[in-house]
């Protein structure tokens, strides 16, 4: 079974705060996503990778950055956090056609 | 623009009835494909079912079918049978190549399955 993890469920962040969010793939992915989901919008884009150290936009990257140093690991950082980033948080992998989601984040900012 | 639409906010069911959630999709590509995913109040997202632009039969998968008629530029999902446990957010998707793919969703529709 493919299994991608994320590094919290729930996290509640100040203002201004740098926060980072990890992701965890075990099936050797080459492609990994970043996804915010917030009610009536669905799930957007926010960043995505198909290799080590490569990194694209998605449609929303205002105020996120990503890295990726590990074909397994793919990071999001919020420079710094404002209340409009509060929001639940899903990474994805896939090879070739499927998108596998870890079980989300839950990031509140205050 | 946007490229998947779902246009039921809520559904209710019955428990064992079948229950259709409907999805269109807006591309010009001739390759692509369409999946749909369960959100249960959990929040983890479960994949359902693929169907891909070029298959002559519609997917199966269980108690899942995918209704996929391409002129019309729709994928719906019907449940068989729904169980309490199917109550949950379902997302309809679409995975474009040419744009190295990447994943549009749709903005969901809520099931209710009632006993």
């Known amino acids: 079974d493919v299994k991608v993890t994320q590094s919290s469920r729930y996290l509640v962040k100040r203002t201004g705060e740098k926060v980072f969010l990890e992701c965890v793939q075990d099936?050797?992915?080459?492609?990994m996503f970043w996804y915010r989901q917030d009610p009536g919008l669905g799930l957007r884009l926010i960043y995505f990778?198909?290799?080590?150290?490569?990194?694209e936009k998605g449609d929303i990257p205002e105020g996120y950055s990503v890295s990726r140093e590990k074909k397994e690991r793919f990071s999001l950082i919020l420079e710094s956090a404002s209340t409009n980033q509060t929001s639940m948080y899903l990474c994805?992998?896939?090879?070739?056609?499927?998108?596998?989601f870890g079980p989300g984040t839950r990031l509140l900012v205050l | 623009a946007q490229k998947i639409t779902q246009t039921q906010p809520g559904m209710f069911v019955q428990e064992k009835e079948a229950v259709t959630l409907d999805c269109t999709y807006d591309?010009?590509?001739?390759?692509?494909?369409l999946f749909w995913y369960k959100q249960p109040s959990s929040g983890e997202m479960i994949f359902l079912i693929y169907?891909?632009?070029?298959?002559?039969q519609n997917a199966t998968e269980g108690r899942y079918s995918l209704n996929f008629q391409k002129a019309r530029k729709s994928a719906n999902l019907v449940i068989s049978a729904s169980q309490l446990g199917d109550s949950a957010m379902y997302f309809c998707?679409?995975?474009?190549?040419?744009?190295?793919?990447?994943?549009?969703f749709g903005t969901g529709t809520s099931l209710t399955v009632i006993p």
């Open positions: 994805a992998s896939s090879l070739e056609q499927t998108q596998y």
């Open positions: 998707a679409m995975r474009r190549r040419n744009t190295g793919n990447q994943f549009y």
């Open positions: 990778s198909y290799d080590v150290k490569m990194k």
């Open positions: 591309t010009s590509d001739p390759s692509y494909g």
């Open positions: 099936m050797d992915h080459e492609n």
């Open positions: 169907q891909g632009s070029y298959d002559q």
